[in-house]
């Protein structure tokens, strides 16, 4: 029995705050590129990615965003943290297991994720040593560099790795660094059976709603 590594996502999984981040860049495409989208139009192209990446994709698509787009969506998210944000319910009941390393790799930058951590007061389990950031890679998810530089860091391999992840992009990276991906559906922009398909057909295993089941899951798993 290997002793396990647990990678956490953040947004969608550690707290609800995916759709939060989506909805600011919804509203302001479809102010200033007159697109009509909707969120799941939104979810489809940017979700789950660094900001980094939504630029590249945007740009694939024609929509041309300046710095200033971006610099304001940080503002505005930033905002909404202070505003306040929520534990993903029960998810503490797992970060307090001893028999487990645990770290976060997420497609925000650091700064950005340490004002979450201690919007949702979890920074007694996460500090500098076992958060990563897209801004330590050079490609963001769905690429598995963010996840392999939290394996190696943290000392494991990657076969010994969960991650829990929400997102597509995310799920594809953890899958592309040989490490057991658990989909958390439980977030407001996975309550649908379009999105949820998309992960059945990653030929993910372990897809669950709530936290009591994916502690369970783990404890298979090891």
């Known amino acids: ?13 550690i707290a609800d705050t995916e759709k939060l981040w989506l909805q600011v860049r919804l509203e302001k ?6 697109l009509n989208w909707d969120m799941e139009t939104t979810n489809k192209y940017i979700g789950g990615m660094a900001d980094k990446n939504k630029r590249e994709v945007l740009n694939g698509l024609g929509i041309i965003t300046d710095d200033l787009f971006w610099e304001e969506t940080f503002k505005t ?11 993903t319910e029960n998810i503490e009941d797992i970060f307090k297991l ?18 979450k951590i201690k919007a949702v007061g979890i920074e007694k389990y996460f500090n500098r040593e076992n958060v990563f950031t897209v801004d330590m890679v050079e490609k963001g998810k769905p690429e598995p560099d963010l996840f ?5 860091t943290m000392g494991y391999k990657p076969e010994n790795c969960i991650v829990i992840e929400d ?6 990276a953890a899958i592309k660094a040989n490490m057991t ?42």
């Open 167 to 172: 997102s597509i992009v995310g799920l594809i």
């Open 29 to 34: 495409l479809n102010k200033e590129f007159n």
């Open 148 to 152: 392999l530089l939290a394996a190696k």
């Open 98 to 115: 001893k028999e487990y390393k645990q770290c976060i790799a997420t497609g925000g930058i650091y700064s950005k994720t340490e004002l």
């Open 181 to 222: 991906p658990i989909a958390f559906v439980g977030s407001e922009i996975c309550q649908n059976d379009t999105y949820r398909n998309k992960i059945r057909n990653l030929d993910v295993k372990y897809v669950f709603d709530n936290m009591k089941d994916v502690k369970k899951a783990i404890s298979i798993l090891s």
């Open 1 to 13: 029995m290997n002793k396990k590594l647990i990678i956490w996502d953040f947004d969608g999984v």
């Open 77 to 87: 998210d930033i905002n909404k943290i202070h505003s306040g944000i929520c534990l």
